[in-house]
Structures are given as structure tokens and as C-alpha cells.
């Protein structure tokens, strides 16, 4: 079964700077799709980003950007100059073609002034 | 990206009565979900909602409990039946897009408080 593992439960950075939130995966398929969705207390879901397992070069959404290592199954988020409304719980998430999500545990985000 | 709506979105019910959420999106989605969130962590998937037949429902959810209806390709409805204070949670849906990557899109959820 696909797993999906966030290991920071909480992270913390200062406004202006650059976070970097980890997420980790097993499976054993070739073709799949990555995400990072953002949870503001609003409770809104909101896709941040995605990347599919096929390409090599790692996807960027303006301050948004992944690390993607496919060998070490890693898919991390980088949040550069990070501003108040990034504050959020992050949900790293997977899946197969077809298949229906597989979401992490999540990491809260705050962002300090 | 889909727009989804859902009401309400927040109730209080007393234990033993039924809540039915509606979930409404915007355009045509190709599957739709409903997952269940307790505060502070992560999504659980109740059920997928399939259009005109009985939801597919994962390990721990029954229809009796959680029954769902998709009469269309934009609506669905999960209704939380015979409630107790352990069903006290975030109910969200969810569907996906018709695009090369089928993504997910989510309602705003609805805050269920069972006394």
C-alpha cells in the first residue's frame, strides 16, 4: 500500500525567509502524480502545487517550488519570501492514475512577523 | 479549477438524529469524495460517491452509517446518520477535474458538533 509520510508535524520561519517542508512516499508504481495542498483555518483546501513522477525537472508555482527525488522517494516544498498568508497546515498527497489520493499526516505552518 | 460548495456549513445536532450535507461543484467532475478530518489532522476518505449507483465505501465506513447519493454529475449528498459525539468532525467533498491530471478540488467543509 501507498504511504505517504510528512515528519515535521509543526515548522516555523520568519517572514521574508525560505521554509522547506519535508514529505517522504513508498510505493512501488512508475507513473504517478505528487501534490502539496495548503489548509489555511478556514479550512479551504487549496492545491499549492503538483508534479508528476515522469518529469525530471521539478515544478515551480511562482514562490512555490519542489524538490523532487524520485530515486529517494522525497517531495519536499519550498516556500520562498515567506509572508503571513502562507500560515497553514501543508498536505503532502500521492497518487496513481485512476486511483484516489493518499494524503500525509500534514505539517502546520507558522510564519512569524 | 472546479468551484465546490457545500451547506451547511457548520451544524450542532443532537445524538441520534441524522445530518444530510449537500455538496454542490460548479461544472461536470469526473469523480467525486467525501472525506472525514478531526481537528488538526489529516484527511480520511469515507467514500467515493458514484454517479447513479452505490458509493464505493473504504475500510471502517458502512452505507447504513454514511449512505451517499450522486444523482448527477455535480451533486452528491452524504448524510451522517443515528449520530453520536464520536462523528463530531470536518466533513469536506470533493471531486476531480476533467483535465490530464484528474485534480482534486475541495469544498469548504462543514463543521459537524455533535452534543
Known amino acids: 500500500a501507498q504511504t505517504v509520510t510528512q515528519s515535521q508535524p509543526e515548522m516555523s520561519v520568519q517572514e521574508a525567509e525560505t521554509v522547506t517542508l519535508s514529505c517522504t512516499y513508498d510505493t512501488s508504481e512508475s507513473d504517478y502524480y505528487l501534490f502539496w495542498y495548503k489548509q489555511p483555518p478556514s479550512r479551504q483546501m487549496i492545491l499549492v502545487i503538483r508534479q508528476e513522477a515522469y518529469k525530471q525537472q521539478n515544478a515551480t508555482e511562482n514562490r512555490f517550488s519542489v524538490n523532487f527525488q524520485k530515486a529517494a522517494k522525497s517531495f519536499s516544498l519550498k516556500i520562498s519570501d515567506s509572508q503571513l498568508g502562507d500560515a497553514a497546515m501543508y498536505f503532502c498527497?500521492?497518487?496513481?492514475?485512476?486511483?484516489?489520493?493518499?494524503f500525509g499526516e500534514g505539517t502546520q505552518l507558522t510564519v512569524n512577523p | 479549477s472546479a468551484v465546490i460548495s457545500q451547506k451547511p456549513s457548520r451544524d450542532i445536532c443532537q445524538r441520534g438524529t441524522s445530518l444530510t450535507i449537500q455538496c454542490q461543484v460548479d461544472s461536470q467532475v469526473t469523480m467525486m469524495f467525501w472525506y472525514r478530518q478531526q481537528p488538526g489532522q489529516s484527511l480520511t476518505l469515507i467514500a467515493t460517491a458514484n454517479q447513479g449507483s452505490e458509493a464505493t465505501y473504504e475500510s471502517g465506513f458502512v452505507i447504513d452509517k454514511f449512505p451517499i447519493s450522486r444523482p448527477n454529475l455535480t451533486f452528491s449528498t452524504l448524510t451522517v446518520s443515528n449520530m453520536s459525539p464520536e462523528d463530531s468532525s470536518i466533513y469536506l467533498c470533493s471531486g476531480t477535474n476533467r483535465g490530464p491530471y484528474n485534480e482534486q478540488f475541495f469544498g469548504p467543509g462543514t463543521r459537524l458538533t455533535v452534543l
Open positions: 498527497a500521492y497518487r496513481t492514475s485512476g486511483s484516489r489520493l493518499t
